[in-house]
């Protein structure tokens, strides 16, 4: 089983990285996985879309349409690409500690 | 007796064992492999679209495959030249050749004479096209395994010693066709004496032994193959397709 | 991202887009393979969480039990004569060069342990090209079973008609059995048994999305377009994709306007709103207990009619429905029903006449995708094209060795639709993306999920400047509601 590690705490992961268990999920834990996709930094604008996918997360038990995350937090599509390079699917819910939606998405 | 005598004697009752022993294993082996196949049930309907939407619109779909190999000619001009020509002039061959099997000889395996040498020239050049191809072209020469060098050695050995016999060292066509005739009345007598025949007969008689337990299969599973042989009705209405298996 | 060979296949594509095999390079794609699957998906789906300890045998007990009952795996496992027709019919053997890659090599993983085993080849393997089953071969298995996107091209291109499809179907069959399987596709599957559908939409997350694209819509459009959950005693159950309601909204928004325009009753399901079916990807067990929720979710609501949404393993596996989950008569024919093939019965009856603005979709030049599943499984080959031709002025078709029953697949079909094995997805997307950029198109309409979630990858990457979109998506611009 692959672990993220972080400030000596161990995290298990998959094999994509993905944290097994969304509640063990913290903010310090985000910054750590946002390294690994190539976000640098995670911005005010992160962090709004970081809390509206766990938001969602916590009320249904699944990522949000694109669509929706689009419009409830004021970004298109490509600024959520801009944000996330691996896109909102792969990149958001990583960091945002979801688990990767799967299936033909 | 002499001991030439001897060695034709023996040389006889090992043809005479081995041709019956090839025929029945040949019939049998068909019988068993192909009634196999069509006591196996299939569990979902399969057919490959464009298909057919009729049962007799599959018949003919099965019988095009047969006779014209569409598919190849869409998949490869060259190969489909060369299979079809060698499937027609193994055809045209082996009608040819019902003038060692039947008495009288049917007017057209007679009228063939002309032509005969033409078509196995054909079935031999087909069989070096091929046996070229196979070795030719990475991509084949990847995919084939000795079966399939064997089995095309085994056919060009057949059509090498046929034509010598037929057009050089010729055997005797009385000697054969008493042979064969023979076999089949159950009253088997003498091989003829002519060894390049003989080595002829062999090859066939091996050809036959293997033929049932081989790709060369492909001549009856042809007919078999659900993806070709079902018609698409699974929208029709009283056509619902039931699984044998839950029946 | 290992890189395959990048040359481009279709040469002189001014003329006729004539299609170029690469050069072998042998192993080139053996490295890449899907994840194992996880015990708790397994557990969810009778199936062995690891390899089993006796697998070898359970494995050839179980290829002698599908010999036995399957026609076609028994007569495709013998008639092959090796002529290569189909070698260079693979899109993942365009794609990655890899002569293992071949479906007459793919098939002979299979066939080198059928002669073994169970023919008389068996004494002499190797005089007869036979192969023990080892842990070495399973390995092989596991990977080019894998890398076959059951697509069935190489059978348009075989005399016999062998379908490799079905031949990867008994290995993955075979490999379920002894505990060998994907995590992508034992996933979804148990998503399906817990949630409903692929995706793993709870219940009153699927409603959430279907009221807020009736939000979007009024917005939009200013009218009370439904999108109905769980409506008990609507005429039509639309088993849609759930990617439909997650990913492509713009489909899902197009059988709402298509319904509301028409004035029917219809409703998705909670139970089952889902038409794909993993188990199609896995095992015949799985298939049709998953097939069976369908029917199940149509007897609940009460509904007279089942369509089948715009996804292509979907309608591979529905036009399985009455032989899976029994007959379908107390349903109103024709079934099963295809969302095009309603379509295109509305278009003939009139239902839409006058009422198509064509040019609102004159920004795009449309080319088609046949799924390979809606196309050489399902005959849905015409239909698509009539509704895209009565809503769009600007159609283009790809070369003809490219579509209809000589579709390619969009590289990702049939379970291989997963992040990590990336590199043969865009290998095999590659015929696909080549005879795309052939036709200039900047809309890439099709049927099916697979391909909407595959195709906006393998086109970025092969620097295709196109969009991916719906055939319904298109309809649903052009009628004037």
């Not at chain 2, 068909?30 to 057919?52: E, F, K, S």
């Not at chain 2, 060369?82 to 000889?105: D, E, K, M, Q, S």
């Not at chain 2, 005969?116 to 031999?124: T, V």
């Not at chain 2, 034509?163 to 009385?174: D, E, F, G, K, T």
Request: charged content about 20%.
């Amino acid at each position: 089983m692959p672990v993220i590690e972080l400030e000596g705490i161990q995290m298990d992961v998959d094999e994509d990285g993905f944290i097994q268990d969304p509640a063990t999920w913290n903010e310090a834990l985000a910054v750590a996985i946002a390294k690994t996709e190539d976000v640098e930094e995670l911005t005010e604008d992160h962090w709004k879309v970081v809390s509206y996918l766990r938001e969602y997360y916590q009320q249904f038990g699944i990522a949000p349409m694109i669509r929706k995350l689009c419009k409830e937090t004021g970004y298109d599509l490509k600024t959520i690409y801009e944000l996330f390079p691996s896109g909102p699917a792969k990149g958001a819910c990583k960091i945002a500690g979801l688990p990767k939606p799967t299936g033909c998405v | 007796m002499s001991a030439s005598d001897i060695i034709w004697t023996l040389l006889s009752l090992f043809f005479i064992g081995l041709g019956y022993f090839a025929a029945f294993a040949f019939a049998a082996g068909m019988l068993w492999r192909l009634i196999g196949y069509l006591r196996t049930p299939m569990p979902l309907p399969h057919a490959l679209t464009p298909a057919p939407k009729t049962e007799g619109g599959a018949v003919l779909r099965v019988l095009g495959d047969v006779t014209l190999f569409p598919n190849l000619f869409k998949a490869d001009k060259w190969l489909w030249a060369g299979a079809w020509v060698f499937h027609a002039a193994l055809a045209a061959v082996l009608f040819r050749h019902l003038r060692y099997f039947t008495y009288p000889v049917p007017g057209l395996v007679l009228y063939m004479e002309p032509v005969a040498l033409f078509f196995g020239l054909l079935f031999g050049a087909a069989i070096l096209f091929l046996f070229w191809r196979r070795l030719g072209l990475p991509r084949t020469l990847y995919i084939s395994n000795l079966p399939d060098y064997f089995a095309l050695a085994l056919l060009g050995l057949i059509a090498g010693t046929g034509l010598m016999v037929s057009y050089w060292l010729h055997a005797n066509l009385v000697d054969v066709k008493g042979f064969i005739l023979g076999l089949m009345t159950f009253h088997p007598v003498e091989v003829p004496r002519h060894p390049l025949f003989l080595l002829h007969l062999f090859f066939v008689l091996i050809l036959m032994l293997y033929f049932p337990f081989s790709k060369l299969l492909h001549a009856g599973g042809v007919f078999f193959s659900p993806s070709r042989h079902q018609p698409y009705q699974v929208q029709l209405r009283g056509k619902r397709y039931v699984n044998p298996l839950e029946r | 991202m290992p890189k395959f060979d990048e040359t481009p296949i279709i040469k002189d594509p001014a003329v006729n887009g004539v299609l170029r095999a690469p050069g072998l390079r042998e192993h080139a794609s053996t490295d890449v393979r899907c994840h194992p699957s996880k015990p708790k998906d397994t557990a969810a789906i009778d199936l062995p969480a690891e390899l089993v300890p006796d697998w070898k045998e359970r494995a050839l007990a179980k290829f002698g039990e599908l010999l036995e009952q399957n026609q076609a795996l028994r007569v495709y496992m013998d008639i092959c004569v090796r002529c290569g027709a189909c070698t260079d019919k693979c899109q993942f053997f365009l794609g990655t060069g890899d002569p293992q890659n071949f479906p007459v090599a793919r098939a002979e993983l299979l066939r080198r342990v059928y002669r073994r085993y169970f023919t008389p080849a068996g004494l002499f393997p190797d005089l007869g090209a036979a192969s023990d089953l080892d842990e070495d071969l399973l390995r092989k298995w596991y990977t080019y079973f894998y890398q076959c996107s059951e697509c069935r091209r190489c059978s348009v291109f075989c005399p016999y008609g062998i379908d490799t499809a079905e031949i990867t179907i008994a290995a993955r069959e075979i490999m379920a059995s002894i505990g060998v399987s994907t995590k992508y596709v034992t996933e979804v599957v148990a998503k399906v048994y817990q949630t409903g559908n692929n995706l793993g939409i709870p219940p009153a997350a699927w409603k959430d999305n279907c009221e807020f694209l009736e939000e979007e819509v009024l917005e939009e459009t200013g009218l009370p377009i439904r999108f109905p959950v769980d409506e008990a005693g609507a005429d039509i159950l639309l088993v849609p994709p759930s990617a439909d309601n997650f990913a492509n909204t713009d489909t899902m928004i197009g059988y709402g306007k298509l319904f509301h325009y028409l004035g029917l009753s219809w409703t998705t399901s909670t139970y089952c709103n889902e038409g794909g079916n993993f188990g199609l990807f896995l095992n015949f067990a799985n298939l049709q207990k998953v097939n069976r929720r369908i029917i199940d979710a149509a007897r609940m609501l009460g509904v007279k009619t089942i369509i089948w949404g715009e996804c292509g393993h979907a309608w591979r596996a529905g036009i399985l429905t009455p032989t899976l989950s029994g007959p379908m008569d107390m349903f109103d024919p024709p079934y099963p029903y295809h969302i095009s093939q309603f379509i295109v019965d509305m278009l003939r009856k009139g239902a839409f006449d006058g009422r198509l603005d064509k040019s609102a979709n004159d920004d795009y030049l449309v080319t088609y995708h046949d799924p390979c599943n809606s196309a050489r499984a399902g005959q849905l080959i015409e239909e698509p094209r009539q509704i895209i031709r009565a809503v769009c002025n600007r159609f283009v078709e790809m070369p003809p060795n490219t579509i209809r029953e000589k579709t390619f697949c969009c590289g990702a079909g049939n379970g291989l639709l997963t992040d990590e094995i990336m590199p043969i997805r865009m290998a095999g997307g590659k015929p696909r993306a080549m005879a795309v950029k052939h036709t200039k198109a900047n809309y890439l309409a099709t049927v099916c999920a697979i391909c909407k979630a595959q195709l906006p990858e393998s086109m970025h990457y092969w620097d295709v400047p196109v969009k991916v979109g719906g055939v319904i998506d298109l309809l649903a611009n052009a009628l004037k509601l």
